[in-house]
């Protein structure tokens, strides 16, 4: 059985930075494709940022290019979101997602992709 843990998250003023955690367990966490999504109540589930499974690749929804960074350390069974410069609209729910056995070097932006998801972590950003 897969489980993601999701750690990290909160409250946090506007301009400021967060960084979320996501622990794997179960199978080798290197032949995972990694990606996080969020979600409001306003909007459907929506893509943040993925990885392929040695780190190579990454890609980011627009609205977060050169603010949120996604990195892994395969060692520490464990991928990261690093928010910068957070803004109001950043306010969701996020979920770290996994794909086993994912070709190497592909991403994908699509949550149906993603086999296994965390519990959520929210992050609240005031202004």
């Known amino acids: 059985q897969v489980q993601l843990v999701q750690s990290g998250g909160g409250l946090v003023q506007a301009g400021g930075s967060l960084r979320l955690s996501c622990a794997a367990s179960?199978?080798?966490?290197?032949?995972?494709?990694m990606a996080w999504f969020r979600q409001t109540t306003e909007k459907e589930r929506e893509f943040v940022a993925a990885?392929?499974?040695?780190?190579?690749?990454?890609d980011y929804a627009d609205s977060v290019k050169g603010q949120f960074t996604i990195s892994r350390e395969n060692a520490k069974n464990t991928v990261y979101l690093r928010m910068n410069n957070l803004k109001p609209e950043d306010t969701a729910v996020y979920y770290c997602?996994?794909?086993?056995?994912?070709?190497?070097?592909?991403?994908?932006?699509?949550?149906?992709?993603?086999?296994?998801w965390g519990q959520g972590t929210q992050v609240t950003v005031s202004s």
């Open positions: 997602a996994a794909i086993y056995n994912y070709p190497p070097g592909i991403l994908s932006t699509m949550s149906y992709e993603y086999e296994y």
């Open positions: 179960g199978r080798p966490f290197s032949r995972y494709a």
């Open positions: 990885i392929t499974w040695n780190g190579g690749n990454t």
